[in-house]
């Protein structure tokens, strides 16, 4: 009994936070203020390769018969 | 070099497009049939009893009601057309045969349909659907489309014989056309050109919106002419370019490119004749109409095509041309709004250098020519660039 | 005690991102304690609300989200905001072939991706704008809507990353053979055949068009990609991006070939050109007709689509089967029957449980995706709402002043202006113009039935249904706001767009002619610079002011700002 009390006692609480997340939408600020821009930078340093290297090769007709 | 024969005329006929010889077809009895763009077949509209113009708006100032209603972010070339419609200067059309290849030009053709703007009581604006393709099924497709929404409405309202016999002797005198304009074009292949590219602007685009029948004498003396005509000793131009790009249906942009010391060797453009010149061949079995419709497709380079293998053959194709006429150069001149050429512009540019060794200039320009200082300047500093690449690479040698 | 300098900073950003300011004339002192209980109960009425004063700054973040009333509160909470992030978890492993492969690879795919990191996590907020201000069924079936989308995404970005060369060392995987990529344009309804084998995957669909309407910020980069290469700017949008993504090195390459379209304009063809130059694959285009009710147009459609089909088969050795297309085909009627169901109630009743932006998107997702299993849930869910609202006669948008038709294509990054212009003027969208695209049941009882109503399937696709073929398409306005009982349009102005562009003077005369309340709404598609939200906002608030002569519902929405905002 004690041990479902005290399971039931940390849902709540789980459940107690995580509407605290979402009414104050701490999610949503975590996102914008920490994430968001961590990874912007994160893809603005990264090393890309230049696909204008790409070769231009002439093509035959993909329905060409054999 | 000494003028050529007629060209004073055939410049004059450009400044309208209810020009003389416009007027003398109608007077004839003639049914004038208005175009807009290489997928609509010329040779149809040159049956006999009609006669095809390839719609121009010459000497356009600004098309104040064509804006509005098509606001001023779509291509001058359209809104100026629409303008010129409004202010009366197509009046003469019997028909529009319009196609949907490219948006704004079917707006404008679309305009035609639903305002009263042609006034002319048998007026009709009728729309050919146009394939993507170079394929079988396309031309097909083209073919039925070109006999549902031209053959049957010419004769529909005009009584235009349409017939195979008919066909074929309109392909006759279009080829005839062709084999002269490819003629006088040659001579741009010299070494020393003894025609420049101005000038065979001025004669393509006649052949484009005058009767056929009014200046055929006039090409074959051109042609003669052009036998005889001797180069200047001191040529003007210092390089030779090719022009490519969207719609160019003005002779003084050529000019404006040649005065800057670029000779325009190749016109590889909407109402250019590379191609757009080349002969019909009807095959044997074939009916003059699937000749039309095969060659109409096959030899066009539009960027509306859109297999993979036709996509890339233009590039290919242009590098082809620039070397045929011993070009240094390629101009790829895009109309400001023009969204194929938008693109074909922007992959032309990297491609053509990286690829085939060819220089180009790119630019973006109005239908009505404003900005012709900055065109000269960049025209200058192209030019320029390909001398010192030609004297770096006698140097090397 | 001295409050120290940091503390003072800390306890003003603390009231800046978590302390709503009381309004100005607020009576101080005596509480009615009565209304406080029923506002908590039932939430505030519509025009007390003041949605205005829950943003932060121009961020578009809340102070705290809206209290709509404890069961909608509740059910905010549990089943859409809970509920969404639990599935996405879950979705992400099912999707992933497995709880660790997919989280590995959801991982790979976000450190990879722009458009993965930066977008899609900060979905629920793109649910928070769309729902803003909504209570009772119509929170209830616009959020199922939204969940869908947001499944069919997880989908399509899992089955990517899970077969993506770029981050499996180059390799080609079993799976990478077996996908087709092609343009987000080309119906999933032609892959119909191929469907338990192999796997088509829209290459734009992800990358570029849902991220528009997520985080509008994400797409700018790859239309300045896009021009940095010679592009002039004034092409359309879309098109630009779709291409940037490849400029920046960041689409995914998942698939050995490529099949693209003519859907919806010159700028999709245009766009094809360099997308095959990066690409460097097998591609067949597969374009349609311009002129489409002209019936002698529909066998070279058709022949097309037969061809496509040949090019899978050649490709892929995997042959065309003819009981999985009607298979799916028929699942797919079953979804284009209810849309008409909504459409009939949308028309015709004040029921209509779903708004303006979910209604839209959903459509264009769905019915441009193609047949999935998502899509039949959500609509069971949708249909017992919608019974329960119609049988009840329960008012969806009880602060409706006007039933607006938006017509021409929408500003994706603020598809939810309709619910602001609910929230602050009673302006109920009720229908779109691209909802109504993809009319078109597909028969399967004969091969040739089948083909014939598929390729008009096919040239009613979103846009290009009204845009080409001919001015009666796109005037067609007058009979669907007839048919929709609509009294307002709103029509966006896509500044890039040619063809809509090149009729604007008609439908300027015609509005006039035919007395109709018209507000144009200017927009450049995906990018929000050019016309940004809070000016879309002063066009119609102005519009509402100065020729309705009407006073907001909500005074706090007409001016707020948001440029920072997803």
Redesign the interface.
């Known amino acids: 009994m004690k041990i479902i009390l005290k399971i039931f006692g940390i849902l709540a609480a789980v459940y107690a936070a995580l509407f605290a997340v979402f009414y104050y939408d701490l999610d949503g600020k975590f996102i914008y203020y920490i994430f968001e821009p961590m990874m912007v930078r994160r893809y603005d340093n990264m090393k890309r390769e230049d696909t204008?290297k790409t070769p231009?090769?002439?093509?035959?007709?993909?329905?060409k018969e054999e | 070099m000494k003028d050529l024969k007629h060209i004073i005329e055939f410049e004059d006929l450009l400044q309208e497009a209810y020009n003389a010889y416009v007027r003398r077809g109608k007077e004839d009895g003639l049914r004038a049939l208005g175009y807009t763009c290489y997928f609509m077949p010329e040779v149809l509209l040159d049956l006999p009893g009609c006669f095809s113009v390839r719609l121009r708006a010459p000497r356009s100032g600004s098309p104040d009601i064509a804006t509005?209603?098509?606001?001023n972010?779509?291509?001058l070339y359209?809104r100026c057309l629409l303008e010129r419609a409004l202010e009366g200067g197509f009046n003469f059309l019997d028909a529009q045969m319009a196609t949907?290849t490219?948006?704004?030009t079917?707006?404008?053709q679309?305009?035609l349909?639903?305002m009263d703007i042609i006034q002319n009581p048998d007026f009709f604006c009728e729309?050919?659907?146009?394939?993507?393709?170079k394929?079988e099924?396309?031309i097909?497709?083209y073919e039925?489309?070109l006999k549902?929404h031209v053959l049957d409405k010419l004769e529909e309202h005009f009584g235009i014989d349409t017939s195979d016999e008919a066909l074929l002797k309109a392909i006759e005198e279009h080829n005839e056309v062709c084999r002269l304009i490819r003629e006088i074009g040659s001579y741009r292949k010299l070494d020393h050109p003894t025609i420049t590219g101005t000038e065979f602007s001025i004669i393509q685009l006649v052949t484009q919106v005058c009767p056929k029948y009014l200046i055929i004498d006039q090409l074959r003396e051109i042609a003669e002419d052009l036998k005889t005509r001797e180069p200047d000793d001191k040529p003007a131009y210092k390089c030779r370019v090719v022009l490519t790009g969207s719609e160019e249906d003005d002779p003084y942009f050529v000019q404006l490119i040649e005065e800057c010391g670029a000779l325009v060797v190749a016109d590889r453009h909407c109402y250019g004749s590379i191609p757009g010149r080349e002969e019909i061949v009807v095959g044997e079995n074939e009916t003059p109409l699937r000749a039309i419709a095969r060659h109409y497709l096959e030899t066009s380079m539009c960027?509306?095509f859109?297999?993979?293998?036709t996509?890339?053959?233009r590039?290919?194709f242009l590098a082809d041309v620039a070397r045929e006429y011993k070009a240094d150069g390629i101009v790829i001149c895009?109309m400001?709004?023009c969204?194929?050429w938008?693109?074909?512009?922007?992959?032309d540019?990297?491609?053509m250098p990286?690829?085939f060794g060819i220089p180009v200039c790119?630019i973006?320009k109005e239908y009505v020519n404003n900005a012709v200082g900055q065109l000269r300047t960049r025209f200058q500093a192209f030019v320029e660039s390909l001398e010192f690449k030609k004297i770096q690479g006698g140097a090397s040698k | 005690m001295k409050i120290s300098k940091k503390a003072k900073m800390v306890r003003d950003k603390m009231k800046e991102l978590f302390v709503v300011e009381k309004p100005e004339n607020e009576e101080k002192g005596k509480r009615d304690i009565k209304k406080i209980a029923r506002d908590f109960w039932y939430g505030k009425p519509h025009e007390e609300r003041r949605l205005g004063d829950l943003y932060i700054g121009d961020t578009g973040l809340y102070k705290h989200r809206e209290w709509r009333g404890f069961v909608d509160t509740m059910y905010y909470f549990n089943m859409i905001w809970l509920y969404n992030y639990g599935h996405m978890v879950m979705d992400i492993m099912k999707f992933g072939g497995g709880p660790v492969k997919g989280v590995v690879n959801f991982s790979k795919g976000l450190m990879r991706y722009r458009w993965m990191g930066q977008t899609y996590l900060t979905v629920m907020h793109w649910f928070d704008r769309g729902l803003e201000g909504m209570r009772g069924p119509i929170l209830r079936g616009s959020a199922w809507h939204y969940r869908g989308m947001v499944c069919e995404t997880i989908r399509q970005f899992q089955e990517m990353f899970a077969s993506d060369k770029k981050l499996h060392g180059g390799r080609e995987s079993e799976q990478w053979k077996h996908n087709i990529a092609h343009n987000e344009t080309v119906s999933g309804s032609i892959f119909y055949g191929f469907h338990d084998v192999l796997e088509d995957i829209p290459l734009e669909m992800i990358p570029y068009f849902v991220t528009c309407h997520v985080n509008n910020h994400t797409v700018l980069n790859y239309i300045d990609a896009a021009q940095s290469?010679?592009?002039?700017s004034?092409?359309?949008p879309m098109?630009q991006a779709e291409y940037g993504i490849f400029v920046l090195d960041d689409y995914p390459d998942f698939a050995p070939t490529m099949i693209?379209s003519?859907e919806a304009?010159?700028?999709s063809?245009?766009?094809?050109?360099?997308q095959?130059?990066f690409l460097n694959r097998?591609?067949?285009?597969m374009?349609q007709?311009?002129?489409y009710d002209?019936p002698?147009?529909q066998?070279?459609c058709q022949?097309?689509i037969e061809?496509c089909w040949k090019f899978i088969e050649q490709q892929y050795g995997v042959p065309f089967n003819w009981e999985m297309y009607c298979k799916y085909a028929e699942e797919q009627n079953k979804l284009t029957a209810f849309e008409h169901e909504k459409w009939d109630v949308a028309a015709n009743t004040p029921y209509y449980p779903i708004n303006g932006v979910a209604q839209a998107l959903y459509r264009i997702y769905y019915s441009q995706d193609g047949n999935r299993p998502i899509w039949h849930e959500i609509d069971a869910h949708v249909r017992k709402i919608m019974n329960h609202t119609v049988k009840n006669k329960i008012v969806t948008l009880p602060k409706t002043r006007h039933r607006v038709i938006a017509w021409s294509c929408a500003p994706l990054y603020y598809s939810s202006w309709c619910t602001w212009a609910y929230n602050c003027w009673g302006l109920n969208c009720v229908i779109n113009m691209d909802s109504l695209m993809f009319d078109q049941f597909l028969r399967t009882d004969t091969y040739e039935h089948a083909l014939e109503d598929l390729s008009w399937y096919n040239e009613k696709a979103p846009m290009r249904a009204m845009a080409?073929?001919?001015?009666e398409h796109i005037l067609s306005l007058w009979d669907y706001m007839e048919r929709f009982n609509c009294d307002m349009v709103v029509m966006y102005d896509q500044?890039?767009c040619?063809?809509m562009?090149?009729?604007?003077?008609?439908f300027?005369d015609e509005f006039r002619k035919r007395n109709i309340h018209a507000i144009w709404v200017p927009h450049a598609l995906p990018d929000k610079r050019t016309v940004s939200r809070k000016e879309i906002r002063k066009i119609i608030s102005d519009y509402m002011i100065t020729v309705m002569r009407e006073e907001p519902l909500d005074p706090t929405l007409v001016d707020f700002e948001d440029d920072s905002s997803w």
């Open positions: 204008l231009y090769d002439m093509k035959e007709d993909v329905m | 509005y209603y098509m606001s972010r779509t291509c359209g949907e490219c948006t704004v079917c707006r404008f679309e305009h349909q639903l729309f050919t659907d146009v394939p993507f393709k394929n099924n396309s097909d497709h039925k489309q549902a960027p509306r859109m297999e993979q293998h996509m890339r053959e590039k290919k895009q400001k709004f969204e194929y938008s693109y074909e512009r922007t992959i540019t990297l491609i990286r690829d790119s973006e | 290469i010679g592009l002039p004034d092409p359309c098109c693209t003519n304009c010159d700028g063809v245009a766009t094809s050109v360099i095959d130059w097998p591609l067949f285009a374009p007709p311009m002129r002209d002698l147009v066998e070279h022949r097309e061809e080409v073929g001919g001015h500044l890039q040619k063809g562009q090149g009729i604007h003077g008609v300027e």
